[in-house]
């Protein structure tokens, strides 16, 4: 189930379908530049989209959604490397126009974000065709489906903190995106335990899916550290 601010957010945003051009920037263009401040909302806008398409990606292996899905998670990905692109244009040439600190500052947040939703968005494809290949053994499946609707929730309550930052529990944001590496592995150790007929080709790509889901989750911590802090101040911490 989608939750009561991402099932409106994705709604607005429109699931792209086949026929959309994914690459193509919605709210920035070139006569923006001219006023810094809106400019810089409208950027904010345009990063939504794709850090959205997130959940799309893993939607294409959902059990309740895989079926539906209208577009594959590497055509997402490379409208998201397009946007990326046009994106970072942009804040540069807005970078060329900062006169003071505030904006500067809210440019770094900005500009550090779109190459983490970059990154994210990459590993969300890496991911989504990693589960898919291994959606054939049966034996995996009581270890697939939690770690995919784990990722969407996660994913899902990122997505909800930078549509609405002053809404957000920073607590809970923390403790969904602590590190992963010790579940991880003894996940891994237990179903190579518990199923040794596993071929090791299906071993590898297990072990590449558990890496691939640690590496979003830190992925969505760094975002998480790009909110705006109550008071103006913004956290750029790398």
């Known amino acids: 189930a989608t939750s009561r601010w991402a099932a409106p957010l994705l709604e607005r945003l429109a699931p792209p379908t086949a026929e959309q051009d994914l690459g193509r920037p919605v709210y920035i263009h070139e006569q923006a530049r001219r006023d810094p401040v809106s400019a810089l909302t409208l950027a904010e806008r345009e990063q939504e989209r794709p850090l959205a398409r997130l959940l799309l990606m893993v939607d294409t292996v959902r059990a309740e959604t895989r079926a539906d899905a209208l577009v594959a998670a590497e055509e997402m990905h490379a409208g998201t490397v397009a946007v990326t692109r046009e994106l970072k244009d942009f804040l540069r040439g807005l970078a ?3 006169q003071d600190h505030e904006t500067s500052e809210q440019l770094l947040r900005l500009e ?5 939703i970059a ?3 990459e590993t969300a494809r ?5 589960a898919g290949g ?9 270890m697939l489906d939690p770690m995919i609707e784990g990722l969407h929730a996660q994913m899902e309550t990122v997505i909800e903190a930078v549509a609405h930052p002053a809404e957000a529990d920073r607590a809970l944001l923390l403790a969904m995106t602590a590190d992963r590496s010790e579940m991880m592995e003894r996940l891994r150790r237990g179903v190579l335990t518990a199923s040794p007929e596993l071929c090791h080709d299906t071993k590898l790509q297990l072990s590449y899916l558990t890496a691939l889901f640690e590496r979003e989750v830190w992925l969505l911590r ?11 101040s913004f956290d750029v911490r790398f």
């Open 96 to 98: 060329e126009q900062a």
């Open 112 to 116: 550090r974000r779109q190459n983490l």
């Open 119 to 121: 990154d994210a968005s």
């Open 126 to 130: 890496d991911f989504a065709q990693a």
């Open 134 to 142: 291994l959606r054939g053994e049966r034996v995996l499946s009581a």
């Open 222 to 232: 760094q975002l998480t550290q790009t909110l705006p802090i109550l008071g103006g």
